[in-house]
């Protein structure tokens, strides 16, 4: 019984992933909509994808003390509000500016469930499942994307251009699902203790442990507590000497997590397959919903393989197929006008081999490390700082992209769509793969095996200053 409780708190818990994936899929196919209903060029789409972002640094930013203060429940169920008047209120924007505004309100909710809902998990589950619990989070993410996917797909009428807005009002839909559901949940019982509230606190241990184990949990927590209060655990305990490896892979691996480009296939796929040939936005939003199927369905391998080849292996083979396969789609995309049709399926194919080899690393890899890396004391602050890094380096790409699209465009291989000259994506997937080249080079000094490796054995070798690539 009290398995089943912890999975359902669990599951309940990482709908917060799926407002993450929903909200981050849901723009590419509403784009090719406002842009035209707004009258808007690439550089303002830019901006209405990144006032997202920015809202979700100004959530992430903010959140760790006040989840602190509040309470882990509260904060997950104040983002859960504010995801569904954000999404309300973009589906009812009158104006651009208006659209703006609410994607910047609506990203603070993600912003601040990217934080609280694994810090949550993380503190609700034993031990012996904490891993596989906390990974519930990283596939929500990918099935919010994938249902964003369906749901643009839906409602996408290329006779009606303010068909867009329904795709913001169903975003109502897994933020109520999460309000409500969260609302039966108790708090993490970590956080209890820590405010005094003992007898609560070990209530909802006994719940999920079982009166048995309950007590030599909760004294190991009380253990934790006393020691944190002798110890530091501000900003200036992270900048220590001993931990700077540990802060390199955390903020390393979340900026070339970012800068091998793959929101920029996640916000506008639609659009590119547009560039390359697919005739109409509901046609190549059926091709971003093939995006999103491949994510899915190869997170769930990672989460699989993970314990079992071990992190590098599959860091390293993942960034050699995102190398390889983002070198040819630029080759596929400078000879898009030779190969007529049979590049439009190339290209296709090549974005669904990109995404795949980043789902089974790079993406979830870049999530689990940053929860591994850090000792006890500042694995909160260590956690927020990369999934702060994680919305910055977000927001660079999504608001760079056609930016780079148009500076990298060789002479002589423009894409026109509707008389808009729109440059050519391949001096971006160049730019992207030598990104790739450079993460596979910093992760081989960098990047940890931490296979069967237990967090106080992290915490010991960091600071008897072991070099991260000699962890085993």
């Known amino acids: 019984m009290k398995n089943t409780i912890i999975y359902v708190i669990a599951v309940i818990a990482a709908t917060g992933g799926l407002l993450f994936g929903f909200d981050t899929g849901v723009i590419s196919g509403a784009i090719p909509f406002f842009q035209k209903d707004f009258g808007l060029d690439n550089s303002m789409v830019e901006l209405v994808t990144s006032a997202g972002l920015v809202g979700a640094i100004l959530g992430a930013l903010f959140c760790g003390k006040i989840t602190d203060i509040l309470g882990r429940k509260v904060v997950i169920l104040a983002s859960a509000v504010i995801f569904t008047i954000g999404a309300l209120w973009s589906g009812f924007a009158p104006s651009i500016e208006q659209l703006i505004i609410a994607r910047l309100f609506l990203g603070i909710a993600i912003g601040v469930s990217s934080f609280a809902v694994p810090l949550y998990i993380a503190e609700i589950s034993p031990a012996n499942k904490r891993g596989s619990l906390v990974s519930m989070f990283q596939l929500m993410i990918t099935i919010g994307v994938l249902a964003s996917y369906l749901s643009d797909l839906m409602f996408a009428d290329e006779g009606d251009m303010s068909c867009w807005r329904p795709m913001f009002y169903i975003g109502v839909v897994p933020a109520l699902i999460l309000l409500i559901g969260m609302a039966f949940m108790p708090e993490s019982p970590r956080w209890l203790i820590s405010r005094g509230r003992d007898e609560e606190g070990k209530s909802v241990l006994a719940r999920i442990e079982g009166n048995e184990a309950m007590e030599d949990s909760y004294k190991t927590i009380k253990n934790e507590l006393i020691k944190s209060e002798k110890d530091k655990s ?7 000497p001993w931990l700077r490896n540990a802060v390199i892979i955390g903020v390393g691996i979340m900026f070339f997590q970012q800068f091998v480009g793959i929101n920029t296939v ?19 939003i059926w091709a971003a919903v093939g995006v999103g199927v491949v994510n899915l369905l190869f997170t769930i391998v990672s989460v699989y393989f993970f314990d079992r080849l071990g992190r590098r292996k599959l860091y390293f083979t993942g960034l050699t197929g995102i190398f390889v396969s983002l070198l040819l789609l630029g080759i596929c995309f400078t000879h898009f006008s030779y190969l007529g049709e049979m590049g439009k399926w190339l290209s296709i194919i090549l ?3 990109y ?5 089974i690393s790079i993406g979830p890899l870049g999530w689990l490390i940053i929860s591994e890396v850090f000792p006890q004391k500042v694995r909160g602050l260590g956690s927020s700082l990369g999934s702060l890094s994680v919305w910055v380096f977000n927001t660079v790409v999504t608001f760079t992209f056609f930016k780079i699209v148009k500076a990298f465009t060789v002479e002589g291989t423009e ?6 000259n729109l440059g050519n994506p391949a001096g971006a997937f160049w730019f992207y793969a030598i990104v790739a080249l450079a993460a596979i ?3 081989y000094f960098y990047v940890p095996e ?4 237990t967090l106080e054995k992290i915490e010991e070798y960091w600071r008897k200053g072991g070099k991260p690539r000699h962890l085993r």
């Open 234 to 240: 501000g900003i200036k305990e992270l900048m220590k």
């Open 355 to 359: 995404v795949a080899f980043y789902a």
């Open 441 to 443: 080079i910093w992760g």
């Open 415 to 420: 894409i026109y769509l509707d008389g808009e």
């Open 351 to 353: 974005v669904f081999v």
């Open 266 to 284: 996640i916000y506008y796929s639609p659009k590119i397959f547009l560039m390359a040939g697919f005739d109409g936005a509901v046609s190549a």
């Open 450 to 453: 931490t296979k069967g490796v």
